[in-house]
């Protein structure tokens, strides 16, 4: 994972930002430039090199999800009835993540207290922390500015033994963001949660990438069509970033939702993941 790319995220995150708020299918591209103090060709090129599609792209394709009624003459970047795909992007998390769930014992009161060793690593959407037990990722999480893991870890299993230190599954997950394009690499999950949310989890597992869903979809796929609050619920209790793709559900009624790291972020996710089969503009600055 090129450091350039996380490196920079604050300043992707400041113009995405500015797009969604604004809800402008042609934001001044002027004005994202001087939003993120650089000039017009600099930005251009950083955000070419983030997203693999130029700004005015990017924000042209997020408009019809930012409008609560799409505007029917404008290309849908997010559409998931599109019958065209573009080759690569109709692949599942479910294809190359595993969900093993924790037993109760693993992180309650059981004879032996969960030991679990957690790293920083690099991702598009800045900084990112990686911890794992000895049977698999335990949590994913994209980290602010004020944000520390030991605090993070603390929240989500109070009752471990958290140690810094990065191991071959962190280094596995940081390097399904390739230099180009997603990268498909066995990921093993070992979560704390419900049978419920892990059903949830398994829902969200197979979401194509590029494509988006609502809650209600989600609790219909799980034969359960009436518990779509507890879908919900689920979904934002998900301790796995990307992973397990929790962004990629959004209202049915238009707009990006909430993302437990941000609404920002989320609308920088969707849009950067479909971008990645779109590799025309990608090659005029390698």
Known sequence: MPFYMSKTYHRIEKAVGYMV???????????????????????????????????????????????????KDVPDLFDSTRTETPAGSAWHHSRFVNINRMAPDDYQNGAKPLEI????????????????????ICAVWFLSED?????????????????????????????????????????????????????????????????????S?????????KAVRAVGSAIGSNPIAFFIPCHRVVPAAGGFGNYRWGKTRKAAMIGWEKAQNVPATKKQFK
């Open 117 to 136: 060793a957690y790293s920083v690593q690099l991702s598009p959407f800045g900084r990112m922390m990686v911890a794992s037990t000895d049977r698999g």
């Open 147 to 215: 944000e520390h893991p030991h605090d993070v870890l603390a929240g989500l299993f109070p009752k471990a033994h958290v140690r810094d230190e990065e191991t071959p599954g962190h280094l596995r997950v940081a390097g399904v963001f390739g230099k180009d394009k997603l990268k498909k690499i066995a990921v093993d999950l070992h979560v704390k949660g419900t049978p419920f949310q892990v059903s949830v989890w398994e829902a969200l597992l197979r979401i194509p990438a590029g494509e988006l869903r609502c809650c």
């Open 21 to 71: 708020d604004q809800q402008s299918m042609k934001p001044s591209t002027e004005k994202l430039a001087e939003l993120v103090n650089l000039n017009i060709d600099e930005f251009r090129q950083m955000f070419t090199k983030w997203s693999g599609v130029d700004p005015e792209t990017f924000s042209r394709r997020l408009w019809p999800q930012l409008r609560k009624s799409p505007d």
């Open 217 to 225: 979809d989600l609790a219909r796929e799980i034969d359960n069509p």
